[in-house]
């Protein structure tokens, strides 16, 4: 069963996915991607696709613990501090995907890194070869689980604020809200490259 709730965030709505133990899914609301495939994305198939419970609140955290996790998660990092460990997470992507993320999920907070950067680091773990920092820009704004993996702390190259599926004006609130100096950063013109 995938349990939903809603959290008012500064940055606006969230909707959260939990499949009881794990946060599996948070979009910002209006986000590029969030009503596509939902049961997919939230790892949910077959008769479980069917099983999607909305509960609000307490009544949703109590018996999902994965989402009270995210909640208390979440209400750490918008009080402005580094919110610490993640709550337990349930992935679902294919493997390209799924290796991006635990990518992300290893920026420290406040930090930036670049969709190259994270094509050199996976080519360098699989022994060498090519990755794609195009590809790695589709897998980052496919992340199921906005804002806790921090797909928001990469940018393209040269520090331009490119790709993030919550808007860049989102992406300039959070890493503002992490310390970061978005004044050095750049909105790109259209059609500029990772």
């Not at 049961?39 to 999902?64: M, N, S």
């Not at 709550?87 to 930036?112: D, N, S």
């Not at 990469?154 to 860049?168: D, N, W």
Request: net charge neutral; hydrophobic share 45%; charged share 20%.
């Amino acid at each position: 069963m995938i349990y939903l709730d809603t959290y008012d965030a500064p940055v606006g709505a969230l909707s959260l996915a939990s499949d009881g133990p794990h946060l599996c899914g948070l979009w910002l609301d209006g986000q590029k991607y969030y009503e596509e495939k939902l049961e997919q994305r939230v790892g949910a198939a077959g008769d479980e696709a069917a099983a999607l419970v909305r509960l609000a609140g307490p009544e949703a955290r109590a018996v999902a613990p994965g989402l009270q996790a995210a909640v208390a998660w979440l209400d750490r990092y918008f009080d402005g501090a580094d919110p610490g460990p993640l709550p337990p997470l349930a992935l679902h992507g294919t493997p390209f995907q799924e290796e991006v993320w635990v990518r992300l999920c290893a920026i420290p907070y406040g930090r930036l890194t670049t969709y190259g950067a994270l094509a050199d680091e996976i080519a360098l773990a699989r022994g060498g070869g090519k990755v794609s920092a195009r590809a790695v820009g589709v897998a980052v704004g496919r992340n199921p689980v906005s804002i806790v993996v921090p797909c928001h702390r990469v940018v393209g190259a040269g520090g331009s604020l490119t790709g993030y599926a919550g808007g860049i004006e989102r992406k300039k609130r959070l890493l503002s809200l992490e310390g970061v100096d978005v004044a050095a950063l750049k909105v790109p013109k259209k059609g500029t490259a990772l």
